[in-house]
């Protein structure tokens, strides 16, 4: 069971950037599908972000492509979420997570491992 932990996140101006990193550890980092959520107060969690094991595809939400940049570094069982041009929109809770699905799912339900969270917040 891979356990992961969030950081990064805090207050930034509309227009800013911030990069979330997840370290894991506690399992094979490289054997995981990766991916970054975000959930509002009394909404689902949404996807964002998803990356190959070996890091060679991507995926994203259409709200986020051009903006965000999702990578990994299997050497420091390590995901990152760059996050820039960020817009009061973008202000939630951002989620990674650990899949043992072979292609990038953008479904909840196929994640067995999350972290606790990192709180965004863009103001205006």
């Known amino acids: 069971q891979v356990q992961l932990v969030e950081s990064g996140g805090g207050l930034v101006q509309t227009g800013g950037s911030l990069r979330l990193s997840c370290a894991t550890s506690?399992?094979?980092?490289?054997?995981?599908?990766m991916g970054w959520f975000r959930q509002a107060p009394g909404k689902e969690r949404e996807f964002v972000a998803g990356?190959?094991?070996?890091?060679?595809?991507?995926s994203y939400t259409d709200s986020v492509k051009g903006r965000f940049t999702i990578s990994r570094d299997n050497a420091k069982n390590t995901v990152y979420l760059q996050m820039n041009s960020l817009e009061p929109e973008d202000t939630v809770g951002y989620y990674c997570?650990?899949?043992?699905?072979?292609?990038?799912?953008?479904?909840?339900?196929?994640?067995?491992?999350w972290g606790q969270g990192t709180q965004v917040t863009v103001s205006s």
């Open positions: 506690g399992g094979t980092f490289s054997l995981y599908t």
């Open positions: 990356i190959s094991r070996n890091g060679g595809y991507t």
């Open positions: 997570a650990a899949s043992r699905t072979r292609q990038i799912t953008a479904t909840v339900y196929d994640y067995d491992n």
